[in-house]
Nanobody, 127 residues
Framework: QVQLVESGGGSVQSGGSLRLSCAASRYTYSRYCMGWFRQAPGKEREGVAAIDSDGSTSYADSVKGRFTISQDNAKSTLYLQMNSLKPEDTAMYYC?????????????????????WGQGTLVTVSS
C-alpha cells in the first residue's frame, strides 16, 4: 500500500528551526519522486522542496538558503530541515509523491495533482 506519514511540525518563534519527517512505504520510496508542499490559511498549495531519483534538489525561491531537503534510503524517509523560520512559513506542510515524470510536471503548479499525499503536519511560526 502506498502511504506517506509526516511528523515533526510544531510551534516555534521567528528565527527558530524545525525538522519534518515523511516516512514512506518502500514501494513509494523506491519508485517515486517526492517532495514537500505547503498550504497557508486562505492560500493555495505550493511546492517547497523536492528531490529527484538522482538526488538532485529543487527549492521554492522563498525558502532557498533556509530549508534543506534530504532522504535516508535505509529508512525510506524524507526530511525537511527548516532554519531561520519566518511567520510567513506558517502553513500545513505535506509530503507528496508520484512517478517522476508526473511529479516534476506538477512541481511548479499551484494546487498540484499528485498520486500520494500525507495527512500533513502543521508548522506555526510566531513573531
Amino acid at each position: 500500500q502506498v502511504q506517506l506519514v509526516e511528523s515533526g511540525g510544531g510551534s516555534v518563534q521567528s528565527g527558530g528551526s524545525l525538522r519534518l519527517s515523511c516516512a514512506a512505504s518502500r514501494y513509494t520510496y523506491s519508485r517515486y519522486c517526492m517532495g514537500w508542499f505547503r498550504q497557508a490559511p486562505g492560500k493555495e498549495r505550493e511546492g517547497v522542496a523536492a528531490i529527484d531519483s538522482d538526488g538532485s534538489t529543487s527549492y521554492a525561491d522563498s525558502v532557498k538558503g533556509r530549508f534543506t531537503i534530504s532522504q535516508d534510503n535505509a529508512k525510506s524517509t524524507l526530511y525537511l530541515q527548516m532554519n531561520s523560520l519566518k511567520p510567513e512559513d506558517t502553513a500545513m506542510y505535506y509530503c507528496a509523491a508520484d512517478i517522476c515524470r508526473f511529479f516534476w510536471r506538477e512541481w511548479t503548479v499551484v494546487n498540484p495533482v499528485l498520486e500520494v499525499w500525507g495527512q500533513g503536519t502543521l508548522v506555526t511560526v510566531s513573531s
